[in-house]
């Protein structure tokens, strides 16, 4: 018999050996305690909004998909998906079978379709991607798998081009000066030399 809690050392009887603890149960309440941190950070990923949508493992979801922080994908997802400043996060269960176009992706799953993202794309070592990549910065670690062309300075040509032109929006025009011409000459020194001639002429005939 083994107690657990009060002593340092287990308590055993004279007949029985002490018996250690099989490492299928450690193996399995490590992977427990994995899943239980997983839910436990994606619960607060939710609260705190940075996570808008999940598609969890034995879900399909079927059209056009659109959200704005972040979208978490471990199911199956078909037709198309977009967000203009969010970030697309595929699990290694999750399949998604669309084209998509997002500011971020986090690739660790199967994609059959293009992918652009305007900012980043990260091919993780389990990624399978069939398609077309587009994007100003890519990481691919070693084991993803690619079946397609991928496109990285015209992306990063439009991204220099949008930062231009949202550059030029929030510029502040600066005043400017014109200087006008003086075309006519000024006849008030002349007036005056006159009016003190006239002066001095008086003042010799008094």
């Known amino acids: 018999m083994i107690r657990m809690g009060r002593g340092n050392r287990p308590e055993t009887n004279d007949f029985q050996e002490p018996t250690q603890p099989a490492p299928a149960n450690y193996t ?25 949508g999940f598609v969890g493992h034995g879900t399909t979801l079927t059209g056009e998909t659109e959200f704005h922080a972040m979208l978490r994908v471990d199911g199956h997802l078909i037709g198309t998906v977009s967000s203009e400043s969010g970030t697309l996060i595929i699990g ?55 079946e397609g062309s991928c496109n990285m300075l015209k992306a990063r040509e439009t991204q220099e081009e949008e930062a231009v032109t949202a550059a030029a929006q929030y510029e ?30 008086d003042a010799a005939t008094v």
């Open 172 to 201: 502040v025009p600066q005043p400017t000066s014109i200087a006008i011409a003086d075309d006519e000459p000024d006849d008030s020194d002349a007036y005056l030399t006159d009016e003190d001639e006239d002066e001095a002429a």
């Open 92 to 146: 290694t269960n999750g399949q998604v079978d669309a084209n998509i176009m997002v500011a971020a992706a986090m690739v660790n799953g199967t994609v059959n379709g293009d992918i652009f993202a305007t900012e980043k794309l990260h091919l993780g070592r389990t990624a399978r991607v069939m398609g077309n990549i587009q994007s100003p910065r890519l990481i691919v670690e070693e084991g993803a798998i690619l």
């Open 28 to 52: 399995s309440e490590t992977a427990g305690a994995r899943a239980i941190s997983e839910s436990d950070s994606m619960a607060r990923d939710i609260k705190e909004g940075r996570l808008s």
